[in-house]
């Protein structure tokens, strides 16, 4: 956080090897007074090496840089500083590309051709430790949902599927060594990702993770078993 007079501001970084498309966003960053820019990087070692310098409360980017593989960029800026929330600002908006993105430990995704309204709110929903989904694909999830498949609400979208089972059960008030023998894992393996899933969702330790999860509804199912 930066703070602005008597404000914290969420500090940004913005990542994208187009240097105009960067100092756009800067400028609506900056125009909007709700954030403030700490840093920009044009290539792969220079988000690393920024991430690392700055941690940024929100790092916005294209993942498609210096054909490198993006995701893996994802999942390391996860690791390196866990309390930065990535939001994937890409041309790129096939369901496959969202999901990996979010699999990989992003927060939020949003298409290029997003209005500045709508990238502001994304920055501050990330760096308020929300999940975001650009507008016309969740309007797209939400029409095959409906056209066949069971509705059901799936929070925290940047959880893999076993993270989420195991923060279902966190959230029903389990042990580690209880859940490592409902779902057949070594505690450690429990261990460390109760650790990647207190990166992914913001919070500090497993109390908030389980504040959190009950809230959104989880817990229930693991619970009644």
Excluded: C, W
Excluded at 52 to 57: A, E, F, K, L, V
Excluded at 124 to 137: F, P, W
Excluded at 139 to 150: E, F, H, K, P, S
Excluded at 183 to 197: C, D, E, M, P, Q
Aim: glycine content about 10%; hydrophobic content about 45%; charged content about 20%.
């Amino acid at each position: 956080m930066n703070q602005h007079g008597n404000t914290f501001l969420p500090t940004v970084l913005l990542a994208d090897v187009q240097p105009a498309l960067r100092q756009g966003v800067r400028s609506m960053v900056e125009a909007s007074g709700g954030a403030a820019v700490v840093g920009e990087a044009g290539t792969t070692g220079e988000v690393l090496a920024a991430t690392s310098r700055h941690r940024p409360d929100v790092l916005v980017l294209d993942p498609q840089m210096d054909d490198t593989a993006g995701m893996r960029m994802i999942s390391q800026i996860v690791r390196l500083t866990p309390d930065t929330g990535v939001l994937v600002f890409s041309t790129l908006d096939d369901d496959k590309a969202v999901a990996a993105a979010f699999h990989a430990g992003a927060r939020g995704y949003l298409v290029k051709r997003a209005t500045a309204e709508q990238i502001i709110r994304g920055i501050l929903a990330v760096g308020a430790g929300e999940a975001i989904l650009d507008r016309s694909i969740a309007a797209r999830l939400g029409t095959l949902i409906g056209a066949g498949q069971r509705a059901r609400s799936y929070p925290f979208p940047q959880l893999s599927d076993r993270e989420r089972e195991v923060l279902e059960h966190l959230a029903a008030g389990r042990s580690n060594t209880a859940i490592a023998r409902e779902l057949a894992l070594a505690s450690k393996t429990v261990s460390n990702r109760i650790s990647g899933i207190l990166g992914k969702l913001g919070v500090a330790d497993r109390a908030q993770a389980l504040v959190l999860a009950r809230d959104s509804g989880l817990g229930q199912t693991a619970a009644a078993r």
